[in-house]
């Protein structure tokens, strides 16, 4: 089964970008979808968006839509959410996770990496 | 966006009983809902998937069912390492996830 491994925490100011990478091992990393999964401190889940590398689909939650990109490296096997015009409200668990999407249909996340946490703070 | 309701927020059993965590969509989802559970400081772990049918290597205690705008999961023995918060998801559109529920053992 995949496993997935996310960077470390990392701490932002207002305003600046966030880059973090998620680096699979032990599957054909161009046959999952990686998603992207939010959680903000004592909060629940949220949905961010996704990745299909076998057809290059991108999809993403409309109010991360301008600020939010998600791009994959298939030689290293390695996903990347980079988050931009970085606020208070952006600190939390940023998850990566796989699952069997298809362009047409969404799937569960079935494995899940550690969480890297984001501090946005000045 | 399919908003998913969960209830109640906050559970507190003892060990050996058997609760059933609701969520509710507000449109139908099919059969395109997943449980999760997430311990306290560590990242969730998929339960059940497709409504009713349970990820490798989860206990036969835990059962999902449903279809359409309603579902539950069912723990029918609690065990102390069951407490926790429970997220349902919907994956029939764009993903979203309910609140949680915490479910506490006495």
């Known amino acids: 089964q995949v496993q997935l491994v996310q960077s470390g925490a990392e701490v932002k100011k207002p305003g600046s970008s966030v880059k973090v990478s998620c680096k699979a091992s032990?599957?054909?990393?161009?046959?999952?979808?990686i998603t992207w999964v939010r959680q903000a401190p004592g909060q629940g889940l949220e949905w961010m968006g996704r990745?299909?590398?076998?057809?290059?689909?991108?999809n993403d939650a409309q109010k991360f839509q301008g600020r939010l990109r998600i791009t994959a490296d298939e030689s290293t096997s390695t996903a990347f959410m980079e988050l931009s015009s970085l606020r208070s409200e952006d600190t939390g668990v940023y998850y990566c996770?796989?699952?069997?999407?298809?362009?047409?249909?969404?799937?569960?996340?079935?494995?899940w990496g550690k969480g890297t946490t984001v501090t946005v703070s000045s | 966006e399919i908003v998913l309701t969960q209830s109640p927020g906050t559970l507190s059993l003892s060990p050996g009983e058997r609760i059933t965590l609701s969520c509710r969509a507000s449109?139908?989802?099919?059969?395109?809902l997943a449980w999760y559970q997430q311990n306290l400081g560590q990242a969730p772990r998929l339960l059940i998937y497709?409504?009713?049918s349970r990820a490798t290597g989860i206990p036969d205690r835990f059962s999902g069912s449903g279809s359409g705008t309603d579902f539950t999961l069912t723990i029918s023995r609690l065990e102390p390492e069951d407490s926790a918060v429970y997220y349902c998801?919907?994956?029939?559109?764009?993903?979203?996830f309910g609140q949680g529920t915490k479910v506490e053992i006495k």
């Open positions: 497709g409504a009713s």
């Open positions: 449109q139908s989802v099919s059969s395109y």
């Open positions: 032990g599957g054909t990393f161009r046959n999952y979808a």
């Open positions: 990745i299909i590398p076998l057809s290059g689909t991108i």
């Open positions: 996770t796989s699952g069997k999407d298809t362009y047409y249909q969404y799937s569960y996340m079935d494995v």
């Open positions: 998801q919907q994956y029939g559109s764009s993903p979203t």
